[in-house]
């Protein structure tokens, strides 16, 4: 059993965070050359992506408890 329930707004964004990240370390490694103004548009679309995800799991949860008999405590 799980310790906490699946967040996936925090999964979207952590991935996009972290590719921002992978781009910043392959340009300072020399791998590629990165633009100082390209983490904006993965930051701003990531952010945007994982507040819709994150509430489109709210709703699907918050739907789902709505239609669960009265007295289920699980």
């Known amino acids: 059993m799980p310790r906490h329930e699946f967040q996936p707004g925090k999964l979207v964004a952590g991935l996009f965070l972290t590719a921002g990240g992978i781009a910043y370390a392959g340009g300072a490694g020399g791998l590629w050359v ?3 103004f390209a983490i904006v548009p993965v930051v701003f679309v990531g952010l945007c992506l994982a507040g819709a995800v994150a509430s ?13 008999p009265r ?4």
Do not use: F, I
């Open 56 to 68: 489109v799991n709210h709703a699907v949860r918050r739907r789902r408890t709505d239609r669960r």
């Open 71 to 74: 007295g289920v405590n699980s």
């Open 34 to 36: 990165t633009p100082w």
